[in-house]
């Protein structure tokens, strides 16, 4: 479908029938991908699934004001314990393919990390296998139907009350003031929670514009590729602050914890001087144009 121009607000009615289309469309996804995670429980999948829990819970963030039921909020929290349960496997993965990539010693039989990391998985598959048959998804999608429902009914009533473009508007800037706050002290090397912080602000900016490009029909490519490079190298050092508190856990040879220890840090310079970089080349400005 084209997208429209400038000049061409476009129709309340379709905006609210393309939104319901969106908000099930997103929930089919989850559903598919969740059936392909139960038969595998391969990296990929998993990823995929953790990712589409999180897209599900964007779109019913933005929505709720326009068709929100009394289950809402009980929704929501289902799928983010799902998102939860999902990222611990997922952390577990990435912590795998990390090590056995950057320490020489994790191939080796008797590696007390590798062990201690596989068993962790085995456990955590079992968990993720239970929640995702018991998962209670015919509740839910319900749920989305009533929501779906709601926004294809009486769409003229939403336009005599509720202007769509300067609710995403509004949305746009409260989404960007966190971000503006943390971007000031990023860049220092101790402050890891700022990151962490930034971190989360981007990714639901980034799942806004992607929302919305697809509602009011409009092209914001250049914006969500310079958010998802401050989300990927933001991600990546989240990823060794995960690994680095995985390891405190275990009760590790010296000589392992040592080059763990020494792997991670020197991650993180990299990452630290990655990001210093892409900061000064690429500077994260607010921009929403409608």
Known sequence: MPLKSANIPPDSASMLHRSGCILF???????????????????????????????????????????????????????????RKLGDLRNTDEAIIFFQTHLDIYSHPENRLAIKLGKRRTRQINQISIELKTFDHHRIDKHIREMVALMNCNPANYSNRFSLLAYFSDASIRMFFPIQHALAASNRPECHETRHELRIAIKKWRYFFEIVSQVIERDYITVLEKLKEYQSVLGSMNDIIEFEALVRKMKLPKSEQNATTAALNAENLALMTRFDKLVKKKPLTYTFLI
């Open 25 to 83: 469309a997103q929930w089919e996804e989850l559903l598919r991908i969740r059936r392909l995670t139960i038969k595998s429980c391969n990296l990929n999948d998993i990823h995929d699934l953790r990712v589409a829990s999180r897209r599900l819970r964007a779109v019913l963030d933005l929505f709720e004001p326009i068709a929100s039921t009394e289950q809402t909020s009980e929704i929501n929290k289902t799928i983010r314990n799902l998102t």
